[in-house]
């Protein structure tokens, strides 16, 4: 742990546009780190853990996960025990011998201390060899190689902190917030101009998301702070305070503390204050609906909040979910403003209306993504049932799996389109096969039943019934598919059950000759040779008598018999 942490001293994490510098901790406990504040990197070695089974625990963290690993392999270690036992060997030794009482004694003493001292070396030098090669790993299993070990740890800290935070880029990533704290607190109405936002500060993402956690209750600023600092957002306590400011400038929230300032802002309770909505309020609500192309008249804004929150609602289960849609969309935010009732319902849709008319434009590109996708995917998944172990659909089967795994149905460019395709020409392929093979069977044991006499002899009618009742009257057609006729013809007929056809065909020609044997020789009977294991002249003469005999009894109650 010394060796990464000294080896990391020098790293600096600035994050994002505004250069946020981010925390982190070299962590070597057995227990995962804390990934709300800090970022991590968590050491794991090959001499108390094996490394089978912590790569699988790497990877089961999945993609998203904050958290960074070293893998310290176990090298060297034959080398590392020889040393370490000279090492101690040589300490046992001073500490059991003691001081020297002559110059004898002085001059072994300081040979045994010149051996305890080179293996220290050796120790700390192997030990710096093995910790150079660890390897560096992303949660979900990506191997970071960039350089050196420092290169790939400062790497691997750098996307840890797009995962850890991922509501800061997005919202609260803004130079100058402390020069906006500074006008907010001398009473600027325009402070937010200083990170370059125009609209008003309640519309600004990060009041939007502080009103929306004071909700209908007070809270303390050290809450508010405590909340925003750590993940998902990682916002600087400058950003949060200047907000809190602004929104207690605008009466947006309320505090009993008179003279609020920075110091006072941790103790200070805030409240969000509840206004009676404006005319222009109103427009502003009429005009959110009519953008969700929701149709309202003067009057009836609350009635159809009711359909505006539910088509939220509606976009976010379409495009959101079971795999492989993205993981489900969190929309406690509108179940919390379903509660509301009245104009308190209504005001909170205006302090979110930017939120809101961002997710909605951002959803329903999304929704229209997913309707074009999900019967895609829903296609390519049934096919894939119907593979046949063949070795490139395998490797299909694995690349669709992915696509569950990872969620990856919004995913540009579209990832389903193309592996729909090769594994339809696959399948196709396959089928096809299959079919030419049985065509071929087909023809040749058809041609074998026309040369039979027995056959020859029935009627064309009474050929058409035989044929009919074993299913030899037509033989299947090569025709061009699409992905949807494939699954159409698979579904009546899988690759498995083409080749039971196949086997069973033999048996339907020569069950089509018995019953043509019965309709135009009714006194013939069939007999089957019976199989016998023959090992000797005597057990031939023995199997030819028996023979005679079963055939001679055969041949008295009918009028021919017909070997098979």
């Not at 080398?79 to 500490?95: D, F, G, P, V």
């Not at 020069?179 to 402070?191: E, H, I, N, V, W």
Request: neutral net charge; charged residues 30%.
């Amino acid at each position: 742990i010394a060796f990464f942490k000294d080896k990391t001293k020098t790293i600096n994490i600035l994050h994002g546009f505004s250069r946020q510098k981010r925390d982190f901790d070299i962590w070597d406990k057995e227990t995962r780190p804390n990934t709300d504040v800090k970022l991590n990197i968590w050491i794991r070695d090959g001499w108390f853990e094996n490394e089978s089974i912590v790569l699988n625990e790497i990877r089961a963290e999945g993609v998203d996960a904050p958290l960074g690993y070293v893998f310290v392999k176990k090298f060297r270690d034959p080398e590392l025990r020889s040393e370490i036992i000279k090492y101690l060997a040589a300490e046992l030794t001073l500490n059991a011998k003691g001081l020297p009482s002559n110059p004898e004694g002085e001059q072994a003493k300081k040979s045994m201390e010149t051996r305890k001292e080179s293996a220290k070396q050796a120790i700390e030098e192997l030990i710096i060899k093995i910790c150079t090669e660890g390897l560096v790993y992303l949660a979900g299993g990506n191997k970071v190689e960039t350089g050196n070990i420092r290169d790939n740890i400062e790497n691997a800290l750098n996307s840890i902190a797009d995962r850890q935070f991922p509501e800061f880029k997005s919202k609260g990533d803004y130079k100058d917030w402390d020069k906006a704290l500074t006008k907010a607190l001398s009473g600027d109405p325009d402070a937010l101009k200083r990170i370059g936002w125009e609209k008003e500060p309640k519309d600004h993402p990060v009041a939007v998301e502080i009103l929306r956690f004071i909700g209908n209750n007070a809270k303390q600023g050290k809450e508010i702070r405590n909340n925003f600092m750590k993940a998902p957002y990682g916002w600087s306590q400058d950003a949060i305070d200047a907000m809190i400011v602004l929104l207690r400038n605008t009466e947006d929230i309320s505090t009993p503390e008179p003279n609020i300032n920075q110091a006072k802002i941790g103790n200070a309770v805030f409240k969000k204050e509840v206004h009676t909505l404006t005319a222009s309020d109103k427009i502003q609500l009429r005009k959110l609906y009519q953008d969700a192309g929701i149709s309202c008249k003067p009057g009836e804004e609350f009635l159809h909040s009711n359909a505006f929150l539910y088509k939220l609602k509606e976009l976010a289960g379409i495009i959101s979910g079971d795999a492989p849609k993205p993981e489900p969309i969190n929309i406690q935010f509108v179940k919390n403003i379903e509660n509301l009732d009245g104009n308190e319902r209504l005001l909170r849709i205006l302090e979110e209306q930017e939120d809101m008319k961002s997710k909605y434009t951002d959803w329903s590109k999304k929704q229209n993504l997913v309707i074009k996708r999900e019967p895609q995917w829903r296609l390519l998944a049934e096919l894939a049932n119907h593979t046949n172990g063949d070795d490139g659909m395998d490797q299909l089967k694995k690349e669709i799996e992915a696509i569950r795994e990872n969620r990856l149905i919004l995913q540009e460019p579209d990832p389903i389109q193309p592996i729909l395709i090769d594994l339809t020409e696959k399948l196709k392929a396959a089928l096809n096969k299959l079919k030419e093979n049985f065509i071929s069977l087909y023809d040749q044991k058809m041609a074998e039943l026309q040369t039979k006499v027995y056959f020859n002899k029935l009627s064309p009618e009474q050929k058409h019934n035989i044929l009919f009742k074993h299913q030899l009257l037509l033989k299947p057609e090569i025709i061009s598919l699409d992905a949807f006729a494939l699954l159409n013809q698979l579904r009546k007929a899988s690759l498995y059950t083409w080749n039971t056809k196949i086997a069973a065909l033999p048996v339907q020609y020569q069950s089509a000759l018995d019953d043509a044997i019965q309709l135009s020789a009714p006194q013939a009977k069939t007999y089957s040779l019976p199989r016998r294991t023959i090992t000797n002249q005597a057990e031939i003469e023995s199997y030819i008598t028996e023979l005679k005999t079963e055939l001679e009894n055969l041949l008295k109650d009918s009028s021919s018999i017909i070997l098979k």
